[in-house]
């Protein structure tokens, strides 16, 4: 149980074009999703925290225009990278608080981003 | 503010051998406490989580105990395997959100 699925795994896109990355929960509702940056042989980056039918809250520095975040139902919330960049190419993960409470978060197993 | 320290690596040792990564942390309140893992190639998992003082967490023979007195939730394991080779992050749960240690990457030669 508690499985979270991320699509796409991988894209590679040209500059300026928008990205949309899909993350589901497919087997719990999840009320609250996060969305996190990894940079090569770093931690995670807690981008922003999505709660379902509200506004994401975004952390410090992060663009809210350019990752728009959508969290429509339950089940399913997106990221939209617009107008990406070359520095924008990342590991970006979505994880959704699941049974047992939102401090536990089940984790998608991530889309790597490439902005040529 | 909140937040994790653990060990920096990478930490390589020899299958059987015991395995010790320390993590720390600050927080105000009552946070609970994880570890997660990331394997190669894959997307990060929980490990074990704590939440309480003196909660032992424990999952495929790797074990965490909350120490509050030491604020420490050092991850250990008794005799580490080749399929242990990973990156694992210790993380503090505060306010519905997940503050992150660097991540320690562990790697176990045959």
């Known amino acids: 149980g508690a499985v979270v699925s991320q699509h796409p795994s991988r894209v590679i896109c040209k500059s300026g074009t928008s990205v949309k990355i899909e993350c589901r929960s497919l087997?719990?509702?999840?009320?609250?999703m996060f969305w996190y940056r990894q940079f090569p042989k770093q931690s995670l980056m807690l981008m922003a925290t999505?709660?379902?039918?509200?506004?994401?809250?975004?952390e410090q520095g992060v663009e809210k225009d350019k990752f728009l975040i959508n969290h429509a139902s339950l089940t399913l919330s997106t990221l939209t990278v617009t107008s990406a960049h070359p520095e924008d190419s990342s590991f970006y993960i979505c994880?959704?608080?699941?049974?047992?409470?939102?401090?536990?978060?089940?984790f998608g197993p991530g889309t790597r981003l490439t902005v040529l | 503010g909140d937040s994790v320290t653990q060990m920096e690596g990478p930490v390589t040792l020899s299958e059987e051998a015991f395995l010790t990564i320390n993590c720390t942390y600050t927080?105000?309140?009552?946070?609970?406490l994880f570890w997660y893992v990331q394997y190669p190639g894959e997307g990060l998992q929980l490990l074990l989580k704590?939440?309480?003082a003196d909660d032992k967490g424990s999952n495929k023979g790797f074990e965490a105990t909350y120490r509050k007195e030491t604020t420490s939730f050092h991850l250990e394991k008794g005799s580490v395997q080749v399929s242990d080779s990973a990156v694992y992050f210790c993380?503090?749960?505060?306010?519905?959100?997940?503050?992150w240690g660097a991540g320690t990457k562990l790697i176990i030669k045959p």
């Open positions: 999505s709660n379902e039918g509200s506004k994401a809250t975004y």
């Open positions: 087997d719990f509702q999840a009320t609250t």
């Open positions: 994880s959704a608080g699941g049974p047992g409470g939102t401090d536990t978060q089940y």
């Open positions: 993380a503090l749960g505060s306010n519905y959100q997940l503050i």
């Open positions: 927080a105000t309140g009552y946070p609970s």
């Open positions: 704590a939440t309480k």
